[in-house]
């Protein structure tokens, strides 16, 4: 069996969508991404600067999945700081998209949803304390978040 390691990670995910075109100003607009490569039926965004993907892959005949099916209902993207969630905080504040948050005690976590209802959570990691992390959620202090902007 192979040694286990602790630092996997995915450079990219792709999510089917009903409608690219309309996911567009969402993505480029709202949230800035960067387009890497646009066919007719899909959209490469780049997340970040170190190499990380999301791709919107459109199915015309697709269906809608059923409750009781498994699947993707978030992504998450890690931010480098506190003070990065704060400014997107605020953009999209600005922009009236609809967010909430949450502190856990692993991560501070902006949660919102995309037009076709894919959540994204944008998140900042926390420090351990004492070498041990206890998962818990508690409820995320907007003023803590607004103290980090200029």
């Known amino acids: 069996m192979a040694a286990y390691k602790r630092d996997h990670y995915a450079n990219g995910v792709t999510l089917n ?9 969402f993505y480029e607009d709202i949230l800035g991404f ?3 490569n646009e066919t007719y039926t899909s ?3 780049e997340v970040g600067d170190s190499g990380h993907r999301i791709t919107l892959r459109q199915l015309d005949h697709g269906r809608e999945p059923l409750v009781s099916e ?4 978030h992504i998450g ?3 480098p700081t506190h003070a990065d969630l704060a400014d997107l905080m605020a953009h999209l504040t600005e922009q009236d998209i609809v ?3 949450a502190e856990h005690d692993v991560s501070t976590s902006l949660y919102l949803s995309d037009p076709e209802g894919t959540v994204l959570n944008f998140m900042q ?3 351990k304390k004492r070498g041990i992390m206890i998962k818990k959620t508690v409820s995320l202090w907007i003023q803590d978040l607004y103290m980090l902007l200029n």
């Open 17 to 25: 969508v009903r409608d690219k075109e309309a996911l567009k100003p």
């Open 34 to 36: 960067t387009v890497m």
């Open 43 to 45: 959209i490469q965004y």
């Open 70 to 73: 498994a699947g993707l209902f």
């Open 77 to 79: 993207i890690k931010l």
């Open 99 to 101: 967010i909430n948050g």
């Open 125 to 127: 990691t926390c420090q």
